[in-house]
């Protein structure tokens, strides 16, 4: 059983839909994928952080066990644990929102694996899963590729979390996850989750960048990361383009390696939301 950690909120549907069809798609296995989806409803701080909902989850599962019939996606609301540990706390408005604190909680989910990846919403997986997931995490708390900017501009081997692979029973071990949150609990930290997940460490093996390409589309690449990123042209600037931004990724990425995947996650939206208009 390959087993797969996603957060968010209702507003991660695109990114679910788009990440899992590039697994499901560019993979070759027979073995079985457990997708665990952690949510919550904190409409409290903000109107539209809302679980994500049963409808989205129920048509999610549709559509991976059309790929095998013993794939499966869990739901965990994780409302409770994160009025518990987090409501109130100095990274509550952190750069991104409440929903990248969560993976903070899985070792309180018992019914979460010894090995899991955890995946960023924004990711597309260009080559077979089992390249990354077979690998080896024994005697480490987790692997994970460097930051593509963060090697240059603060550590060597500082690494992006957008891409972890778990050992689980190691982190219990160590209590990395219940370091993490208690910095999270007590410190504003420039990069909340990635930053008490880092500084929380005590053993951790690094990727090579192809499991975790925040930048360029290789040949080699295993995982191509939509992260924000920097252009120099025309002028210097930000961008966040995601792989469901379609003609984006045709128009700014002259990608068209996905276009398999992307054209089945239009024709996947509009049946999902035809079948709640039709409710």
Known sequence: MINVLFCGNDKVFDGLLTCSLSILKRSRTDEPISFYIFTMDVSHIKDTYTAISDEQVDFFNRVIKEYNEENRAIKVDVTSLYMEHFDKCPNESAYCSPYTLIRLFADKVDILPDKLLYLDIDIMFNRDIHLLYDIDVEGYEYAAARDHYGKYLIHPNYVNAGVLLFNLKRMKETGLLEKARELIKTKKLTFAD???????????????????DQKFLHKSTVVRHFSKRLFWLP?????????????????????????????????????FENEVLNK
């Open 194 to 212: 990635q930053s008490a997940i880092i500084r929380s460490t005590t053993k951790k093996k690094m990727l090579r960048q192809k499991f975790n």
């Open 235 to 271: 002028y210097p600037h930000t961008d966040n383009i995601k792989q469901w931004h379609v003609s984006r990724v045709h128009k700014v990425f002259k990608y068209y390696q996905f276009d398999d995947i992307l054209y089945e996650y239009i024709y996947l939206k509009k049946k």
